[in-house]
Nanobody, 123 residues
Framework: VQLQASGGGLVQPGGSLRLSCSAS???????MAWFRRPPGKEREFVAS????????IYANSVRGRFTASKDNAKNTVVLQTDSLRPGDTALYFC??????????????????WGQGTQVTVSS
């Protein structure tokens, strides 16, 4: 499956962005996730989305501000990012795997990756 992330941009602190990840084929049986790579730092976990889209896991740094959702009919996952902070500035990636046998927050658990979309939070 090919993944394409979009929706990034420049936003002021406290603002919001809606990131989307479109898949080239069905995602109904894929476990999805969002990761990000801040400037000069390693890639880090943001959120994971279960098959149903109802059992999602969030990194502590974004919990309560970001919301991940899945639309199997549209083969799309969305990351709604609210109350953005400068520390959220990063290249955001979506990822997928048929099943997760290990840590859902580990990038090594996923074998499909999309191109990133840049989020910059600055005044």
């Amino acid at each position: 499956v090919q993944l394409q992330a979009s929706g990034g941009g420049l936003v002021q602190p406290g603002g919001s962005l809606r990131l989307s990840c479109s898949a080239s084929s069905s995602i109904s049986r894929l476990y999805m996730a969002w990761f990000r790579r801040p400037p000069g730092k390693e890639r880090e976990f943001v959120a994971s989305i279960s098959w149903s889209g109802k059992n999602n896991i969030y990194a502590n740094s974004v919990r309560g501000r970001f919301t991940a959702s899945k639309d199997n009919a549209k083969n799309t996952v969305v990351l709604q990012t609210d109350s953005l902070r400068p520390g959220d500035t990063a290249l955001y990636f979506c990822a997928a795997v048929p099943s997760v046998n290990g840590d859902v927050s580990s990038a090594q658990s996923y074998n499909f990756w999309g191109q990133g979309t840049q989020v910059t939070v600055s005044s």
